[in-house]
């Protein structure tokens, strides 16, 4: 089975930054190569929501042509769920507009038992991906 790599200190970013943004969600794209991360791109949400996020058109764009120049691929596409579960929602599900990317999920409780989640989701069915945190 698939397994997305997600370095230590990419893991503790995106944990820190949920947190911050608490609280509402938080988003951004990841990038590296095949479904190895080497590289997170923060977004700034347009809805400042605890239970929705969209990344502005213009932002999106900016980032795909520093993928683009920087000879990266789109890994997955992230954003933190601050009150519920780190699964997808309805509204995940319907606007996953991008079926080859994976989809993290960040919860921002101390507690939670697996604070990153990676999801494929496609054509409204889900499928969990296994996240290994590397060195």
């Given at each position: 089975?698939?397994?997305?790599?997600?370095?230590?200190?990419?893991?503790?970013?995106?944990?820190?930054?949920?947190?911050?943004?608490?609280?509402?969600?938080?988003c951004g794209l990841l990038a590296g190569h095949g479904l190895e991360v080497e590289r997170i791109f923060r977004a700034r949400s347009a809805l400042a929501s605890p239970t929705a996020y969209e990344i502005r058109p213009r932002e999106l764009f900016e980032i795909f042509?520093?993928?683009?120049?920087?000879?990266?691929?789109?890994?997955?596409?992230?954003?933190?769920?601050?009150?519920?579960?780190?699964?997808?929602?309805?509204?995940?599900?319907?606007?996953?507009?991008?079926?080859?990317?994976?989809?993290?999920?960040?919860?921002?409780?101390?507690?939670?038992?697996?604070?990153?989640?990676?999801?494929?989701?496609?054509?409204?069915?889900?499928?969990?991906?296994?996240?290994?945190?590397?060195?």
């Amino acid at each position: 089975m698939a397994t997305l790599r997600l370095p230590q200190r990419l893991y503790q970013t995106l944990l820190e930054e949920a947190r911050r943004n608490l609280p509402n969600e938080c988003c951004g794209l990841l990038a590296g190569h095949g479904l190895e991360v080497e590289r997170i791109f923060r977004a700034r949400s347009a809805l400042a929501s605890p239970t929705a996020y969209e990344i502005r058109p213009r932002e999106l764009f900016e980032i795909f042509r520093t993928l683009r120049a920087q000879k990266l691929e789109l890994v997955g596409i992230y954003h933190s769920h601050p009150t519920g579960d780190n699964a997808p929602s309805a509204r995940d599900r319907e606007r996953a507009y991008y079926p080859d990317a994976a989809y993290l999920i960040v919860s921002p409780r101390q507690d939670a038992p697996q604070p990153v989640r990676a999801f494929f989701i496609r054509e409204g069915g889900v499928r969990e991906l296994p996240v290994e945190v590397v060195a």
